[in-house]
Structures are given as C-alpha cells and as structure tokens.
C-alpha cells in the first residue's frame, strides 16, 4: 500500500482538526454533548471558568504518554499537535462565526459528522486526538475491533454518566451526534479495509 507523503500528514491533519473544532463548535452552540475527553471536556467546563482547548488538552497529556509508548514517537507528537490545534481552533472559532439560530437535532447531526470525518482524516494520516481515541486505536491494534464500535461504547457511557448533569432532551439529541460520528468511523476504518501504520 503506498503511504501518504509526509507533507500530505501534515496537511490532513490540519484539516481534520479544523474539522472536528468546528463538529465541537456546533455542538456547543446547542450546548450538546459527545463522547470521550471531549465529552468530559464539555462536561468540566460547566462548572469551571477554564476554555474548552485548555481542559482538552491537560486531559490529553496522559494519553498522549500512553501513545508514545504503544505506537511510538512519530504517532504521539502528531497526536500532540492534533490535540493543541483543536483546542486552538475550539476556542477561536466564535470570533469569526456565530450561530443565531439553534436547531438541536441539526446541530448534533452537523456536529458528529464533522467530527467524525476529522477523526477518520487523523487516524488515516497516522495520528489522533489522544485520549480514548489511543484506547480504541490499541484494542483494533491488538484484538481486531473496529475502531468506531469500541468508540461508541466508551461514548454511551460517557453520555449515561452526563445524564446526572444535563436535561434528558439534551442527552437524546447528544446520542445522536454521537451515533453519527461513530458510524462515520464504523463504516471507514475497519482494520481489514485500511491499514494503518502509526510509527
């Protein structure tokens, strides 16, 4: 299988991150949830004065040690710097775009496919968001499973443990962004489809 050239990582990289920043950003805008760090994420910034990219990315940190252990150095600094550009972009965007009307199934719909479709671009480019997305990248890595399926268990976990916080019309509208964006990488990044080498 031919790689992809280094510049057309780094490229994609750039774009998925820019992608997913703007899947977060829509679903801030209905004040939804997802799945994983940045579903915690979501969750911390209710109750802290901190941005959403700070919390997202100290989250990370761990994550991103664990990557460089199992995957190697290659794979965990592009991750690092996945995760420093989403949480940039994340908490720029509102300076240049504003959403006046808020429709919550569009917005969860909107939001979980481009989040989805900027995670897949950063796992077919060697790298990742950090956090359960290393998880979920190991278990295919060692056992087989799709990486979107092992996600969106993780995720509905997530979302149940959100249910203390938040109103049930938001927790249903959030499963749905969440089913959308794992479906994306369900349907994509099946380990006997596409092989990924993350050194």
């Known amino acids: 299988m031919e790689h992809h050239t280094t510049q057309e990582d780094w490229i994609a990289i750039l ?6 920043a703007q899947g977060l950003f829509f679903l801030q805008s209905a004040s939804l949830l997802t799945g994983g760090v940045a579903g915690l994420t979501l ?6 004065s901190l941005s959403f990219g700070t919390l997202f990315f100290l989250i990370n940190c761990p994550f991103y040690l664990m990557a ?3 995957f190697g150095k290659q794979f965990a ?3 690092v710097v996945s995760g ?3 949480s940039i972009f994340t908490d720029h965007i509102g300076k240049f775009m504003q959403i006046s009307t808020v429709n919550d199934l569009y917005n969860a719909v909107l939001g979980g496919l481009l989040i989805g479709l900027g995670m897949l671009i950063l796992f077919r480019h060697r790298s990742s968001l950090g956090g359960f997305n290393i998880l979920c990248l190991y278990i295919q890595d060692r056992f087989g499973l799709s990486v979107g399926k092992t996600q969106l268990a993780i995720d509905c976990v997530i979302l149940v443990f959100s249910s203390f916080f938040v109103s049930p019309w938001i927790i249903f509208y959030s499963i749905i962004g969440a089913i959308v964006l794992n ?3 369900a349907m994509n990044h ?5 092989i990924v080498r993350y050194g």
């Open 183 to 185: 479906l994306i990488l």
């Open 15 to 20: 774009i998925g991150t820019f992608l997913t």
């Open 190 to 194: 099946k380990p006997s489809r596409y």
């Open 77 to 79: 600094i592009r991750s």
């Open 43 to 48: 969750i911390i910034t209710q109750v802290t």
């Open 68 to 70: 460089w252990k199992r």
């Open 84 to 86: 420093a550009l989403v």
